[in-house]
């Protein structure tokens, strides 16, 4: 198993130091080595916390996680994240965004800036290197935050909802592409996102997780056979939107009329 999420939970104290609240409780999840596996549920779950716990932005205040079976104590390049916010430099261009991610290697100026335009061409935007986050058009930027993190070679690469702020067709191109980009490098993912539609187009497995504090209600199965074109018509991808809305449904009230965090 390429990652493995034992019995974790995540508490945060609050301002009054006497009072805390747990954002997270007794998590159980595996990952398959290679898989794309989607983690779904209502906003204030604790999607994005458990997300930085295995980034180890945070640690965990029960439970354990295990990378290819190693116990993750803090940040580590086997792990890549992008965010919603893609947080590129913006006095740095397309190509430099991505070497900067590279300049801890033993490796020439040359092999960084060859090894950039390389997942430049593999995000589909070669030719663009020399062009800054502010004259790349919407979508492009996130891109890039792709390639620097694939870049890098991580065994794990974390998404925290990365196109949740994008327009409806925007958003469905670049799910295409993840698609094609996870096909060609066999790179491990975790995405995480509100959307069931999404969960559902780009997961092998769905994973979906209740309200706070965030638990996993269960695990769907997705076989959607070729995954070209992301498939969303057809009888069998309404069953598993189904599904998965069978288990988020009831938390959804819980979710509107409770305060959450995430």
């Not at 034992?6 to 945060?12: A, C, H, L, R, S």
């Not at 290679?34 to 029960?62: H, Q, Y």
């Not at 792709?146 to 794990?156: E, F, G, N, Q």
Request: glycine share 12%; proline share 5%; with cysteine.
């Amino acid at each position: 198993m390429k990652l493995r999420i034992q019995g974790v939970g995540k508490k945060f104290v609050g301002r009054d130091t006497r009072r805390s609240f747990a954002a997270l409780a007794g998590v159980d999840l595996d990952v398959r080595a290679g898989e794309l596996l989607t983690l779904v549920g209502p906003s204030g779950c604790g999607k994005s916390t458990l997300l930085d716990l295995i980034a180890g932005l945070a640690a965990p205040t029960a439970g354990r996680i295990l990378l290819d079976g190693t116990p993750l104590e803090g940040p580590g390049l086997d792990r890549g994240v992008v965010l919603r916010q893609y947080a590129l430099f913006p006095w740095r261009t397309a190509l430099s965004n991505i070497e900067f991610a590279l300049e801890g290697r033993a490796a020439t100026r040359r092999e960084r800036a060859d090894l950039a335009r390389e997942y430049l061409d593999l995000v589909g935007l070669g030719g663009l290197g020399d062009r800054y986050p502010h004259e790349l058009a919407h979508g492009m930027p996130q891109r890039v935050a792709i390639a620097r993190s694939l870049a890098t070679d991580p065994a794990l690469l974390l998404l925290d909802e990365p196109f949740a702020a994008l327009d409806a067709g925007t958003r469905e191109s670049l799910q295409e592409e993840l698609l094609r980009i996870w096909q060609k490098t066999g790179t491990t993912l975790l995405f995480t996102t509100r959307s069931i539609d999404e969960a559902v187009c780009l997961g092998q497995r769905v994973a979906v997780m209740t309200s706070r504090p965030g638990r996993i209600r269960g695990v769907v199965e997705v076989d959607l056979g070729p995954r070209e074109g992301a498939p969303r018509a057809g009888s069998r991808f309404g069953e598993y939107r189904h599904e998965v809305w069978r288990l988020l449904r009831s938390d959804i009230d819980h979710d509107q009329k409770a305060p959450v965090a995430s």
